[in-house]
C-alpha cells in the first residue's frame, strides 16, 4: 500500500465516533504505518489499539482501509497508525463517487422550509426533485440525514435545473454543496463509498 500512498498526500481518518472524524496531510510513511499530525480537539477520540477507517484519493480511485491506532502522541499532536500490507479496498472511480439515495430532506427557500426528494448523492453535491423553482443564481439552506441521526447543514447551488419528464410542477436540480463542513464532508465520503462497495460486491 505504501505505493499508493505518498508524503504529504491527503488521508482522512474516521473513529469510532465521527465527531472526531479529520483530514490530514501525510507526514510519515512506512511499509506498515503513518503519522499525521492530530488537533487537541480531536486527538480525544484515538486511543491505543482502536480499528479506525481510513479513506485517500489515489491515481487509480478511492483508496479504503482500516488501520489500528498505534500511538497518539498528546505532547507533539502526532497520530500513528498500523495497517496490513494488504488490508485495503481500491474503488476505480472519481474521487467524489456518486450513489442512489433515496430520502427526503429539507431545503429553504425565501424563509420557507420545502421539502424535496434525494435521487443520488457525492461529496461534492447531490440531485433531488422538487417542486419549488429554484434560480442557478442563488444559494439555499439545506438540511440533511444519511444513516444517523445527525444533521448534515450546509448551503448548496443549483447548476442545473430541468423539469422532470411526465411532470408539469416537478423539477430535477443538480448542484454543488457549499460550506460544507469537514467532518460532514468525511461522513458523506465514508457513506458513499461503503454505499459503492456493496453494490460492487453483490
Known sequence: ????????????????????????DIQKISADSIETAISAENIQYYQNGDKIESFAVVEDG?????????????QNSILKVSYE?????????REYTRVDFDKEFT??????????????????GMKFVTT?????????KIEFTLESTIPISCYFKPIRVLPQKGTKQKNIVSGRFIALKNIDKIAIVQFCFKKSMESTNK
Open 132 to 140: 419549488e423553482a429554484l434560480n442557478t443564481a442563488q444559494d439555499y
Open 107 to 124: 431545503l429553504t427557500n425565501a424563509d420557507k422550509d420545502c421539502v424535496c426528494k434525494c435521487i443520488d448523492i457525492c461529496a461534492g
Open 1 to 24: 500500500m505504501k505505493k499508493l500512498l505518498k508524503k504529504h498526500q491527503q488521508i482522512y481518518f474516521v473513529p469510532q465516533d465521527i465527531k472526531g472524524a479529520f483530514s490530514a
Open 62 to 74: 478511492m483508496l479504503y482501509f482500516k488501520p489500528v491506532v498505534a500511538e497518539v502522541d498528546a
Open 85 to 93: 500490507k494488504n488490508g485495503y479496498e481500491l474503488l476505480q472511480r
